[in-house]
């Protein structure tokens, strides 16, 4: 299935439904099980669909993550985005009544808490937990286990007790065990960390499946106190209906497909994860993390299964990053108001590089941006972060490099710094710090010791442009 999705997505095709796949008792080395977890036929006993089948390229193109979201171009949603963080304190009555819709709108993102919902149709404790009756993907040959590769893994700050959604790998331990991939940079881990100190564990609710705008507000960037299922409201416009899980406090989307429902021991010792072949395009190397454990499973009659897979870029993650790119774009356009806008190219894997053009007014100012983005979310991680002048098209990749490389004299441009590293990183010094780079690639001015005159890009005359365009036509060409 791995490889049919991939060479699908190579060739612009559609997204795939694997309506009867072959699923058998997955797992590798790690923990050991869980007291009371087997039953091999557990989820099929209790469902009454057979096979559950399996969704896989569903964002594997602009469109389809157009779709997902439900506006015709990902960049709508920037649009509405830059109108709220514009709104401006009214001066009379009609601006007032001006302001309604807008701040109607806001009124109706909070999540809906409904008391029943389609993914407890069913629900299996006990003996019948077992994830090796659920289609969960090997990708590649180097894999250590089965991996769900499309999780909204659910967890509460335990000092604030704001909801933190995220998308973290999960790698099959046995029946009712596997581990979680919580990086040291993410929200999860905090979490983590938080409960470590205290004492206790951490509920912890898996939603697979659901509304498509979900699933992608589980990747997206957000701040600590932004919770991701009020994001999913503004996305699509409406509230999303959430159901108390059934063995633990938490509380997940009441359309979902599957929802694992189980709880993480901070005073566990962590388990060996990984080989993994990830989105950078290598194997991650073996490295160790925490256990969950599984202690209900529900699931609606006629559930889907969702699967992505990673590996070297472009892979279907690249519309899911790209969609990022878009829609935040006007948020960091706040703290950085130069920047006309950015592009992380599917080589660059998100992180690694990063183009930005900004409206230059004063010497040194891609210098300013460029620290700024590292000290902005997960941008702190981008390895490289080039600036170029506003006239050059970012998303054009060609074209900006095109100018970086004409415009740059590199001892003088190029600047080192030390900072966080992505952990999946195999290049930097040690794990998860190292070094990053910044160019600046705009036009240079005298007052930042540039004495030359700079020249100017070549470019035909407008009107003679259009004149032989239209005669083009003529001779047909």
């Known amino acids: 299935m791995a490889e049919v999705a991939h060479q699908v997505f190579l060739r612009g095709g559609p997204a795939l439904l694997f309506e009867r796949p072959v699923t058998g008792a997955g797992g590798s080395s790690g923990p050991p099980a869980t007291p009371g977890a087997a039953a091999p036929s557990g989820i099929r006993a209790g469902t009454g669909t057979g096979t559950i089948p399996v969704a896989m390229n569903l964002f594997g193109s602009e469109r389809r993550m157009a779709l997902a979201l439900g506006v015709e171009r990902l960049d709508d949603i920037a649009v509405r985005i830059r109108e709220l963080v514009q709104l401006q304190p009214p001066s009379g009555f009609r601006e007032k009544l001006a302001m309604l819709p807008k701040l109607r709108d806001l009124a109706r993102f909070p999540p809906q808490h409904v008391r029943a919902g389609a993914c407890q149709e069913v629900v299996l404790q006990g003996d019948d937990v077992d994830l090796g009756a659920l289609p969960i993907v090997t990708t590649w040959p180097g894999d250590a286990a089965p991996f769900i590769t499309l999780p909204q ?86 509230p999303l209906p959430l159901v108390r899980c059934v063995t633990c406090d938490l509380e997940v989307p009441a359309e979902s497909d599957i929802v694992l429902e189980g709880f993480v021991d901070p005073n566990e010792p962590l388990y060996p994860e990984g080989p993994f072949g990830d989105h950078t395009g290598f194997y991650t190397a073996e490295s160790e993390y925490p256990a969950f454990h599984v202690t209900a499973i529900t699931l609606r009659r006629n559930a889907l299964y969702p699967a992505t897979i990673v590996g070297r870029p472009p892979m279907e993650d690249f519309w899911m990053g790209h969609a990022t790119e ?130 100017e890009k070549i470019a035909m005359d407008p009107a003679v442009k259009a004149r032989m365009a239209e005669r083009m036509k003529g001779w047909g060409l």
């Open 153 to 238: 893994v659910v967890t509460r700050d335990p000092e604030t007790g704001v909801r933190n959604v995220g998308c973290y790998r999960m790698q099959v331990v046995d029946g009712a065990t596997t581990l979680m991939h919580w990086q040291r940079h993410k929200d999860g881990r905090h979490h983590y960390d938080l409960v470590r100190a205290a004492g206790g564990t951490i509920p912890v609710a898996v939603a697979l499946g659901g509304d498509p705008a979900a699933i992608y507000a589980a990747t997206a960037p957000l701040p600590p106190a932004v919770d991701e299922y009020l994001f999913t409201g503004f996305l699509r416009r409406e």
């Open 326 to 455: 878009r829609i935040f774009l006007p948020l960091l356009q706040l703290t950085l108001p130069e920047v006309v806008d950015y592009h992380m190219p599917a080589e660059g894997i998100f992180h690694n590089l990063v183009f930005v053009s900004i409206r230059k007014r004063y010497p040194g100012q891609a210098y300013k941006v460029m620290n700024g983005m590292w000290g902005i979310g997960l941008l702190s991680l981008a390895k490289l972060i080039i600036v170029v002048d506003e006239d050059v098209d970012v998303r054009n990749v060609r074209e900006a490099w095109w100018a970086a490389l004409n415009n740059i004299d590199p001892q003088r441009d190029v600047h080192f710094t030390m900072g966080p590293i992505d952990v999946l990183d195999h290049a930097s010094r040690e794990f998860s710090y190292g070094s990053k780079m910044g160019i600046d690639a705009t036009r240079k001015w005298p007052d930042e010791g540039f004495r030359r005159p700079w020249p």
